[in-house]
Antibody, heavy 114, light 106 residues
Framework: ELQVVESGGGLVQPGGSLRLSCTAS????????MSWVRRAPGKGLEWVSI???????HYADSVKGRFTISRDYSKNTLYLQMNSLRAEDTAVYYC????????WGEGTTVTVSS | IQLTQSPSSLSASVGDRVTITCRAS??????LAWYQQKPGRAPRLLIY???TLQSGVPSSFSGSGSGTDFTLTISSLQPEDFATYYC?????????FGQGTQLEIK
């Protein structure tokens, strides 16, 4: 069964940092398109970032320069390093596998508040 | 690339046929997917490449369109279909979602 499980969410102050992790089973993270998608309270889905091929990466304009996506082959894990966090980054963050996003985790909640 | 879904919300009854539209701000060929999300749950892929049904998704769901205009149709609404639906373009970065269509029970 194809599965991803996120971790690392929590409460952080504005300007702080957090690293999300996503561990996959049933498929190889480093061989596939992997993305992060978020949903803020009361809002719709927002695509955040993607990594694919030889670690090519792309970001939403709203997080460019603050977030970094990466992956570890040996741990079959995807990461999202989030720096300079803002209140508007508060959301449930989903790890998603494959180009057409058919493997979703249950999400991890990030709350940015003082 | 911006995606505009319509309507933003829709009330319908079990057994109804419903159609949701998604318009792209530029030609995206068939690089479009549709997702369903229920409260407190992760989204679920329904349709990819504009018209290909994802494995395990009921055949009551169908997608069509290419270029800039796309539709998601549910041929006969079931109680479990009441949810929020999103389109997404995968033609160019950044990938974007439509704003969502909330489908409610009438």
């Amino acid at each position: 069964e194809l599965q991803v499980v996120e971790s690392g969410g929590g409460l952080v102050q504005p300007g702080g940092s957090l690293r999300l992790s996503c561990t996959a089973s049933g498929f190889i993270v480093s061989s596939n398109y992997m993305s992060w998608v978020r949903r803020a309270p009361g809002k719709g889905l927002e695509w955040v970032s993607i990594i694919y091929s030889a670690n090519v990466t792309h970001y939403a304009d709203s997080v460019k320069g603050r977030f970094t996506i990466s992956r570890d082959y040996s741990k079959n894990t995807l990461y999202l390093q989030m720096n300079s966090l803002r209140a508007e980054d508060t959301a449930v963050y989903y790890c998603v596998g494959y180009y057409y996003m058919n493997v979703w985790g249950e999400g991890t909640t990030v709350t940015v508040s003082s | 690339i911006q995606l505009t879904q319509s309507p933003s919300s829709l009330s319908a009854s079990v057994g109804d046929r419903v159609t949701i539209t998604c318009r792209a701000s530029q030609d995206i060929s068939n690089y479009l997917a549709w997702y369903q999300q229920k409260p407190g749950r992760a989204p679920r892929l329904l349709i990819y490449a504009a018209s290909t049904l994802q494995s395990g998704v009921p055949s009551s769901f169908s997608g069509s369109g290419s270029g800039t205009d796309f539709t998601l149709t549910i041929s006969s609404l079931q109680p479990e279909d009441f949810a929020t639906y999103y389109c997404q373009q995968l033609s160019g970065f950044p990938f974007t979602f439509g704003q969502g269509t909330q489908l409610e029970i009438k």
